[in-house]
C-alpha cells in the first residue's frame, strides 16, 4: 500500500502566508466584497424591465401577528405587466421588498383588506420609501374599505415632522413635500353584489369582495386579472363562499391558512404558565380564520391551478410541522400546495397556463 504523498514544506508555508495575508486584509476584502454587492443591488432602476409579460405574485409578508422569523407581517406585491401593486402593509413589509430587490418607488398603489393591526402596522415605512424612492409629486394611492381615511390620516400625522426634517435636509427635488404619504381612495361595496371593480381596463382589473372576518367589518379579499392570467387574495377570512365565487378557474389562490391543532399547542402552554388572556386570545382567532383543509376544499371545487398558503398561523420554525399544518390538504386538492414563505415568487406568463414557483432573488 503506498503512502500518500507529503506536502512540500514550502506550500505548507506558502498556504499560511496566504491565509495570513487574508486575514490581515480582511477588511478591504470584505468591503470589495460588498461593493459588488451594492452594485448587484443598486445598478438596476427597474427590476420588472426583465420581468416577462404577464402576472407576477410575490409574498413580501407571509406571516401573521406572530413572530416568525421566516416570515413578515401581511404582504403581497402583484406585479401586472410592468405596473407593481401592493395588497397589505403588515411589519417589514418595506425592508421585505427591498430585499426582494424590488423598487418601493415603482409603487402604483396599496389596496388593504381590513384594519387590523398586523396588515396595516409597516404602513408608515412603505409610504416612506415609496417617497423617497420615487420622487413623486403625488402621495401614494390607498384603496381600502370605510375606515380607511382615519387609519390613513393617523399614519400621515405620525409621520408629519419626519416629513419635514426630511424636506428640510434632503431638499424638495429629493423630498418633494407633495408627494409625502397616502392619499385615500375609500370603497363601499354594494350590498347586492358585495363586490366592487376598483380599476378595470383591458389588460388588467382589480376587483374588491367581501369575506367574513367578523367582528372585523368590513373586510376584503381581491382579484386580480392581468390578460388572461388571474389571481386571488383572500384577505382574513373564515370559510367563505364569496372566495369560492371569485376564484372559479382562476391560476393561483392565495389563501390565509390556520392550524387549529398547532395553536391549541399554545393555548395550552399559555394556560399551564398562568397567561389566560393569551390562552383566551389563541382559542377566540379559530372562529374567524381558515384551515388549510377548508382552503383546500375551496381550490378544489373552484378549479383553481395552483394553492399557496399565507398568514400562516401559528409560526412553522421545524420543518417537520408542515404535514401537521397541512393534514389532509394535498388530498383534498389534487394542485400544487405549497406553504407561503417571504421571497417566495410566482410567475404566471400571459398567454401560458403555466404557474411557475422560484424565489426572488
Same mark, same amino acid.
Given at each position: 500500500?503506498?503512502?500518500?504523498?507529503?506536502?512540500?514544506?514550502?506550500?505548507?508555508?506558502?498556504?499560511?502566508?496566504?491565509?495570513?495575508?487574508?486575514?490581515?486584509?480582511?477588511?478591504?476584502?470584505?468591503?470589495?466584497?460588498?461593493?459588488?454587492?451594492?452594485?448587484?443591488?443598486?445598478?438596476?432602476?427597474?427590476?420588472?424591465?426583465?420581468?416577462?409579460?404577464?402576472?407576477?405574485?410575490?409574498?413580501?409578508?407571509?406571516?401573521?401577528?406572530?413572530?416568525?422569523?421566516?416570515?413578515?407581517?401581511?404582504?403581497?406585491?402583484?406585479?401586472?405587466?410592468?405596473?407593481?401593486?401592493?395588497?397589505?402593509?403588515?411589519?417589514?413589509?418595506?425592508?421585505?421588498?427591498?430585499?426582494?430587490?424590488?423598487?418601493?418607488? $415603482?409603487?402604483?398603489? %396599496?389596496? @388593504?383588506?381590513?384594519?387590523? &393591526?398586523?396588515?396595516?402596522? =409597516? /404602513?408608515? #415605512?412603505?409610504?416612506?420609501?415609496?417617497?423617497?424612492?420615487?420622487?413623486?409629486?403625488?402621495?401614494?394611492?390607498?384603496?381600502?374599505?370605510?375606515?380607511?381615511?382615519?387609519?390613513?390620516?393617523?399614519?400621515?400625522?405620525?409621520?408629519?415632522?419626519?416629513?419635514?426634517?426630511?424636506?428640510?435636509?434632503?431638499?424638495?427635488?429629493?423630498?418633494?413635500?407633495?408627494?409625502?404619504?397616502?392619499?385615500?381612495?375609500?370603497?363601499?361595496?354594494?350590498?347586492?353584489?358585495?363586490?366592487?371593480?376598483?380599476?378595470?381596463?383591458?389588460?388588467?382589473?382589480?376587483?374588491?369582495?367581501?369575506?367574513?372576518?367578523?367582528?372585523?367589518?368590513?373586510?376584503?379579499?381581491?382579484?386580480?386579472?392581468?390578460?388572461?392570467?388571474?389571481?386571488?387574495?383572500?384577505?382574513?377570512?373564515?370559510?367563505?363562499?364569496?372566495?369560492?365565487?371569485?376564484? $372559479?378557474?382562476?391560476? %393561483?389562490? @392565495?389563501?390565509?391558512?390556520? &392550524?387549529?391543532?398547532?395553536? =391549541? /399547542?399554545? #393555548?395550552?402552554?399559555?394556560?399551564?404558565?398562568?397567561?389566560?388572556?393569551?390562552?383566551?386570545?389563541?382559542?377566540?382567532?379559530?372562529?374567524?380564520?381558515?384551515?388549510?383543509?377548508?382552503?383546500?376544499?375551496?381550490?378544489?371545487?373552484?378549479?383553481?391551478?395552483?394553492?399557496?398558503?399565507?398568514?400562516?398561523?401559528?409560526?412553522?420554525?421545524?420543518?417537520?410541522?408542515?404535514?401537521?399544518?397541512?393534514?389532509?390538504?394535498?388530498?383534498?386538492?389534487?394542485?400544487?400546495?405549497?406553504?407561503?414563505?417571504?421571497?417566495?415568487?410566482?410567475?404566471?406568463?400571459?398567454?401560458?397556463?403555466?404557474?411557475?414557483?422560484?424565489?426572488?432573488?
Amino acid at each position: 500500500m503506498q503512502r500518500p504523498a507529503k506536502v512540500p514544506l514550502w506550500i505548507g508555508a506558502l498556504l499560511t502566508l496566504v491565509a495570513a495575508l487574508a486575514w490581515w486584509q480582511r477588511g478591504p476584502i470584505t468591503v470589495a466584497l460588498m461593493a459588488r454587492q451594492v452594485t448587484a443591488m443598486t445598478a438596476i432602476a427597474d427590476p420588472l424591465a426583465a420581468l416577462p409579460d404577464g402576472l407576477h405574485v410575490g409574498l413580501c409578508g407571509a406571516g401573521s401577528p406572530f413572530p416568525d422569523e421566516k416570515r413578515s407581517g401581511p404582504c403581497t406585491a402583484v406585479v401586472a405587466g410592468r405596473r407593481l401593486f401592493i395588497f397589505d402593509s403588515g411589519s417589514g413589509a418595506g425592508r421585505s421588498i427591498s430585499r426582494m430587490r424590488l423598487n418601493a418607488g $415603482q409603487i402604483e398603489a %396599496l389596496f @388593504l383588506t381590513h384594519y387590523h &393591526s398586523d396588515h396595516i402596522d =409597516g /404602513l408608515g #415605512e412603505l409610504m416612506l420609501q415609496r417617497w423617497i424612492q420615487r420622487t413623486s409629486q403625488e402621495s401614494l394611492p390607498v384603496h381600502g374599505p370605510s375606515g380607511l381615511e382615519k387609519v390613513l390620516q393617523g399614519f400621515n400625522d405620525a409621520y408629519t415632522l419626519d416629513k419635514g426634517y426630511r424636506t428640510a435636509h434632503h431638499g424638495e427635488a429629493v423630498a418633494p413635500s407633495a408627494g409625502f404619504g397616502g392619499a385615500a381612495r375609500p370603497f363601499e361595496l354594494p350590498a347586492d353584489t358585495g363586490r366592487q371593480v376598483l380599476i378595470d381596463e383591458p389588460d388588467l382589473q382589480i376587483v374588491a369582495f367581501a369575506v367574513d372576518h367578523g367582528p372585523v367589518h368590513p373586510a376584503v379579499g381581491y382579484r386580480i386579472r392581468y390578460k388572461d392570467r388571474s389571481v386571488v387574495i383572500s384577505g382574513d377570512t373564515s370559510k367563505n363562499a364569496a372566495v369560492a365565487r371569485e376564484s $372559479q378557474g382562476v391560476d %393561483l389562490l @392565495l389563501h390565509e391558512a390556520l &392550524s387549529p391543532q398547532l395553536l =391549541g /399547542l399554545l #393555548e395550552q402552554g399559555f394556560r399551564q404558565a398562568g397567561r389566560q388572556n393569551l390562552a383566551k386570545i389563541m382559542h377566540d382567532v379559530l372562529n374567524y380564520h381558515t384551515t388549510p383543509e377548508e382552503a383546500a376544499e375551496i381550490a378544489q371545487a373552484a378549479g383553481v391551478k395552483a394553492l399557496v398558503f399565507n398568514h400562516i398561523v401559528p409560526p412553522l420554525p421545524l420543518s417537520g410541522l408542515d404535514p401537521v399544518f397541512l393534514q389532509r390538504a394535498e388530498q383534498i386538492y389534487t394542485g400544487p400546495v405549497h406553504i407561503g414563505l417571504d421571497g417566495d415568487w410566482f410567475t404566471l406568463p400571459a398567454g401560458s397556463k403555466a404557474v411557475e414557483m422560484g424565489r426572488r432573488p
